[in-house]
């Protein structure tokens, strides 16, 4: 009798198995896995944006969702777009904890039916965990700080994400080499100490940092040290107090105050130099450090005009997510001028976005290459000043 | 000599042999570094190993008392340095024209401690009284989970009301970023703050050997951690006694929270998890219920994490030590200073 009823159930679980795999071959859901699903646009239009609100990233996550929410507000705003409203549905990716909360996140996007396409993810680890689930449903993605070289190269990572990730920041082909000359052209620095934060960000543009530095006969120690650790201390102890510059492409910048702090605590005046990853002004301002970043034109009306809605924190690792916000927004806008859009619409027309300067945070114009790449900008270097502000340097 | 004295002398004795062996390596054959990154690194553990100290007599004693791991601890430690981040923000923060150089960094550093013990202390009696009270008499996994809710409980509480943003007292800034060097200007670097904070967590530590030893509080912690119903019958209030305890603990945690943001610079509402699981350890390496234990322990873990971090790599300094934790465990069970439970057969 045990037996009979051991074989029927595996006989059901079987079916029910078979069932579901032919209904995942349904043709709806196939043309919904290729993102050629038509979606009823409505009045109001739905997009994501994934960023680290929460956990040890938190500080860049808030300011990306800020700056994405600023957006959506001002888009909102406008009378004429009363009828083409966007919301936004926010996934919280932990960047720092686990790339498996990225997956969820872009899961939980990827079966919205709402959801027309992405911004974010913040870290180019996060990308690379969430690109099988956001493509393989078809959704664009558009990133306002991943940064990592591989990403757009369609052949490093053995993932080709053409025409589906796009991103508002140069990449670190073009930080890395801006980084080594500064420090090796201005600074004028012999002994390097490179530090990176066992993150894929962090550890790439160290390579690409460290490689130039080399070619060019500078003496570079490589550490290394988790975004976990709260006392650098012993860290400390192993730097030479000859060392001209340490480098510190790390993404938490509370941790890089607190390296700082205990460094100069420890009797070390050593320059220290950190990535965009830390473009913080409101946290990391150890005075007389220097900072590379995305050139954020900082006289643009709507980037003062944040500034003054946020009690003077202009937030401005966050401002290349609001571009990322407006690339999106445009793109659905125009797909969904005929009141119905696909996913595969949104990402044709987020390739052919052409966005003013004038009308860019960033201060050039958002044009993309066919890799997903912008046409324009650079990095630019900064220094910190004893008052904790940002000044231009390079 | 009673059979545990000498057992915990001979545990000792090992230590000593084992810290004087790994000296005698790393000074003088030691291929890399030399006595001035060891002897760093040592001081550097001893501070860190300081703030584990003070945690982990929070557990130890709630343990004493009630046979309870009170996971929440970790948690009153985070309160305690948020407590602290309020009155230094009420100031107008470290670099507020208000906090003059010097002793004027000093007399706030003082009020951060006084609020934040104050503050904690009575965080911890109040977790006593609604969420372990009620459970005593429960079996001791009722109070176990009870503790883990109330360690969520605080966390998200101060996401929601501090959101989730690292927050800095800029600790140099407020005291100095002086200290002293010995050996000269390439020797041993001890910081200030990092003198202070030593020399207020063993006053502490000497202020609660004193009450434990000599205060009528300290008897009556005595004696209800020995037999809680006799206690009862002799006159002492059980429940007086253990809110005490949970008061003094948790003060305790609070100091320990004020000291790891002046060092370290980084308050934020998960701080409690990780330095309360290495209070945890100290006092379990220690010999949990054993204050003397949680000393030796706080400062044991500092040192090996120190060292680890500076001979390995951050990256294995946790594997290191609970690796030694695993260690002690199996040699000694009840911990370095810890004593043997006895069983009536």
Known sequence: MKLRITFAAVAALSLVVVAAAFAGSDGKAAKAARGSAAIA????????VAAPITGPAASIGQQQLRWAQYYVKRWNAVKANAKQKIAIVQGDTQLGVDTAFAVKVAQSFASNAKVLGVVGPAGSQEVVA???????????FVSGSATRVSLTDGHTDGVNRQGFFFRTVPNDNVQGPTVANYIRLKLKAQRVVVIDDQEAYSQGLSDTVQAALKAKGISVTRESVSQDTTDFSSLIAKIPGNTDVIYIPWQLSPRAQAFGQQLKGAGKNITLFGSDGLFDPATWKISGSYDSFFPVDTNNPIVKAYVSAHNGDGEYFGAPTYAATQVLVGAVTRACADGKAT???????????????????????????????????????????????????? | MSQNLRQQLVNLTGLGIALLGWTLYAVYLSPTQGWTFYFQLTVNGIILGSVYALIALGYTMVYGILKL???????????GAFIALGVLNLIGGAFSPAIPAGAGGALIVLCMFAAAMTGSGFLGVAIERFAYRPLRNAPRIAPLITALGVAFFLENSMLLLFGSKFRTYNGFDLVSYNGIHIGGDNGVFVQYLGLMVIVSAVALMIGLIALVRWTQLGRAMRAVSFDREAAAMMGIDPDRVIAGTFFIGSALAGAAGVMFGLLYSQIY???????????????????????????????????????????????????VVFGILIGIMLVRPSGLLGTPALQKV
């Open chain 1, 41 to 48: 646009c409505g009045t109001t239009r739905t997009i994501g």
């Open chain 1, 130 to 140: 969430s690109t099988s689930a956001l493509q393989g449903k078809g959704l664009g």
């Open chain 1, 343 to 394: 996913r595969a619409e949104v990402r044709r027309q987020i390739a052919r976005t052409n966005i003013p300067a004038a009308q860019s945070v960033l201060g050039f114009r958002i044009v993309y290459q066919k890799n997903g790449e912008l046409r324009y900008g650079g990095f630019g270097v900064f220094q910190i000043q004893s008052d904790g502000t940002y000044k231009r340097v390079g």
């Open chain 2, 69 to 79: 791991l009170n996971f929440a601890h970790g948690d009153v430690f985070m309160v």
């Open chain 2, 269 to 319: 509402h998960l701080m409690g998890f990780l330095a309360g699981l290495k209070g945890f350890t100290a006092a379990v390496v220690g010999g949990i219920g054993s204050i003397p234990g949680a000393m030796l322990g706080g400062l044991l873990v500092g040192l090996v994490e120190s060292w680890a971090k500076g001979y390995l790599s951050g990256n294995v300094s946790d594997l």
